[in-house]
């Protein structure tokens, strides 16, 4: 699916990527679901991955929060930038190795809908004209929605669906 233009493309690539994501989850039986990924991968598993997404769901809400505050939110992480993901992606998968899977299912379907309630409130101009927040820099705030979303969903989907095939 192309990269969304427009509140309405952002809306749907979200959802339906979310849905498919979430369908090939529940879809698995329950071991299965709890199996390994093969070696080589950070996100070892299911619930690696799901928490992986829900955890930048919570990022992009505080830089939401901090910036529509008319302030600047460290970005990605304090501590780290965009050059020290790997490490903030390992930090990541570390402090979330015990979150069973069901209480990971229920976080990013929680954080989704939040997500999803900033993108309903804002207009198309919004959320794709550049430069018209300030913390976001020379994008949109559409392009950190779509990268928190339905590029993200894709992604999940994709190592899921390699991880555990056969």
Not at 16 to 26: A, I, P, R, T
């Amino acid at each position: 699916m192309p990269r969304p233009q427009s509140k309405y493309e952002l809306i749907n690539s979200s959802q339906n990527n979310f849905d498919k994501l979430m369908g090939e989850v529940n879809a698995y039986p329950e071991k299965k679901r709890h199996q390994a990924f093969p070696s080589g991968t950070l996100n070892r598993n299911i619930r690696d991955v799901l928490a992986h997404l829900h955890q930048w769901h919570l990022l992009m809400l505080e830089w939401y929060k901090i910036g529509m505050n008319g302030e600047k939110p460290y970005m990605p992480a304090k501590g780290h930038t965009w050059k020290t993901l790997p490490e903030l992606n390992r930090k990541i998968q570390e402090e979330n190795r015990n979150l069973p899977l069901e209480e990971a299912i229920q976080l990013v379907n929680d954080s989704h809908k939040k997500i999803h309630k900033i993108i309903e409130k804002h207009t198309h101009e919004e959320l794709f004209e550049k430069r018209r927040y300030k913390w976001t820099g020379t994008t949109s705030l559409g392009a950190y929605l779509i990268s928190n979303t339905s590029s993200h969903y894709d992604w999940a989907f994709k190592i899921i669906k390699k991880s555990l095939k056969n």
